[in-house]
């Protein structure tokens, strides 16, 4: 996640939480236990990504120039701003097929008509659970659209399509995704070959990283556990981290997360911090019945040797 600042700590929020829309000030109250990265404002919590009760985990990006936020409330519909939507997405619906089944009841807002104005926030979503489907959720159409995404891979491009078409010069995919039938939890959707393919980019454009993010994850090891797991996760991401350049950029990574579905463990890094935090959402802390944040500190510190 790269902001101009570090504004999202880890979070537990509680089953039964009530929260205000910053659209229309409607209330409304968690059916699940959430846990993620994400701060909280006077009558709700702006969540990042995170993991929920059901092992689904949501992650927001932002989405330039690919937004159509919907100016005119429909009647019968859920209507939020577009931040609110991963939060509400983790709170409501327990994996991918639940949210399926109700996206087309969920509204993304322009402020034309809001009780406070927010802009024109541009985002789209990840969303995956323990049965490995992964979907990227765009808000191109209304309703919104869900789109299959056996590469595992989202960056801030739009035009997820066009993504997946530019990496034909990178990588060749396998007949199964060509044809959209990756079985679930498939770690690999390309052949392996890269004879007479070209070396990815280097910059930090979303199109390269997404380029560099996909290339490496298809040739790093498939690891054997949860630890193996995130250890890659933190390999790959050290290729597409952005540092901290103020000359000549005003965001950089504030922060890089993990989530592992089934465990339902929440990894979490701050830019200046070279040791990872994790929180899992245990059955115990499910119970709870209290927003929790966890201080996590953003400081560089060393294990000295004697």
């Known amino acids: ?33 959430t846990l993620g990265s994400g701060h909280q404002h006077a009558r709700r919590i702006d969540m990042s990504d995170g993991v929920n009760e059901f092992g689904l985990a949501v992650q927001k990006l932002t989405f ?28 409501n619906y327990r994996s991918v097929e639940d949210i399926e089944a109700h ?64 990496l034909n010069k990178y990588l060749d995919f396998t007949p199964d995704f060509m044809n959209g039938t990756v ?3 498939t770690p690999r959707v390309t052949t392996g070959n890269v004879s007479g393919k070209s070396i990815p980019p280097g ?42 350049s103020k000359e000549h950029q005003p965001t950089y990574s504030v922060y890089r997360a993990a989530v592992c579905c089934e465990s339902r463990n929440y990894y979490y890094q701050p830019y200046h911090a070279k040791s990872v935090a994790k929180v899992q959402l245990t059955d115990e802390l499910i119970e709870f019945n209290e927003v929790k944040f966890f201080k996590v500190a953003d400081q560089i510190s060393f294990n000295e040797l004697n």
């Not at 509680?14 to 236990?33: F, L, N």
């Open 183 to 185: 079985p679930l939890n």
């Open 1 to 33: 996640m790269y902001w101009p600042t570090l504004g999202a700590s880890p979070v537990f929020v509680p089953r039964h939480y009530g929260w205000h829309s910053v659209y229309d000030d409607k209330r409304y109250v968690t059916k699940y236990a």
């Open 103 to 166: 996206v087309e009841e969920i509204e993304l807002m322009a402020d034309k008509y809001s009780l406070m104005k927010y802009g024109h926030s541009e985002l789209h979503f990840a969303a995956s659970d323990p049965t490995g489907r992964i979907v990227v959720i765009e808000p191109v159409t209304t309703p919104i659209e869900m789109i299959e995404n056996p590469l595992g891979v989202l960056t801030n491009s739009n035009h997820f399509g066009r993504q997946i078409e530019k």
């Open 203 to 244: 910059s930090y454009s979303p199109g390269s990283r997404f380029i560099r993010a996909a290339y490496l994850k298809e040739r790093i090891d498939v690891p054997g556990n949860e630890n193996e797991a995130v250890d890659n996760c933190w390999h790959l991401l050290d290729a597409v981290n952005v540092p901290k």
């Open 64 to 91: 330039t120039n690919g937004s159509q936020l919907v100016e005119t409330p429909g009647e019968d519909k859920i209507h939020l701003a577009p931040f609110e939507l991963s939060f509400f997405l983790l709170s």
